[in-house]
């Protein structure tokens, strides 16, 4: 079974709108981790942030903002206004404290910004 | 600090043939994993170690071996490359506590015709 599900596979947004990519997950932990990655075109992977399960606090960061809500089991990622450079592949990871030698990656999003 | 480096970027295998992938961190790291990323999909885990020493097979090990003789280094083996190994090869390292975020090498970019 999937433990990390990004059901959107790909997403086009025209420049100057905003943008929600989804990541729903799975485990028995009662601690654990999620983090969000970048993929540019470039290829490098870039992380973005990570939460851990007892923190439910939404966070901001400039024009990006993540909604964790337990009760659904995601962990959501918002890009305000978005901009060309935001066009790349996205990856949200789970980390389970039991589990901990592995993390599960979603499939990613591929975003692409119109411009 | 270099964080963690992989050589080579590109290369070409015929079928058949095999190659090592080096993987090296300077970041004094436990933890260190090979991903493979095939055209428009995620990160499929072929191995991990979680020190000198000890290694384990993640989701995808066939056709590959690894070993960890030091903290520093991972090198990842492939044995009679096939072109179903053609890929994007990941190698990523993190400290022992869960919370941590995992750091990337740049990908070494794989092709076996």
């Known amino acids: 079974a999937q433990k990390v599900t990004q059901a959107q596979t790909e997403i086009s947004v025209v420049e100057k709108e905003d943008v929600t990519l989804d990541c729903v997950y799975e485990t028995r932990d009662t601690t654990y981790y999620l983090f969000w990655y970048k993929q540019p075109p470039s290829g490098e992977l870039v992380f973005l942030i990570r939460r851990n399960s007892f923190d439910e606090q939404n966070e901001i960061s400039g024009r990006y903002s993540w909604n964790f809500q337990k009760s659904t089991s995601s962990f959501n990622f918002t890009i305000t206004a978005s901009q060309v450079v935001d066009s790349a592949v996205y990856f949200c990871a789970l980390s389970e404290v039991n589990t901990g030698n592995q993390f599960y990656f979603g499939t990613g999003t591929s975003l692409t910004v119109i411009p | ?113």
């Open chain 2, 1 to 113: 600090n270099a964080g963690v480096t992989q050589t080579p970027k590109f290369r070409i295998l015929k079928i058949g043939q095999s190659m090592t992938l080096q993987c090296a961190q300077d970041m004094n790291h436990n933890y260190m994993y090979w991903y493979r990323q095939d055209p428009g999909m995620g990160l499929k885990l072929i191995y991990y170690s979680v020190g000198a020493g000890i290694t384990d097979k993640g989701e995808v090990p066939n056709g590959y071996n690894v070993s960890r003789s030091t903290t520093e280094d991972f090198p990842l083996r492939l044995e009679l490359a096939a072109p179903s190994q053609t890929s994007v090869y990941f190698c990523a390292s993190r400290t022992t506590a869960s919370r941590y975020e995992q750091y990337f090498g740049p990908g070494t970019r794989l092709t076996v015709t």
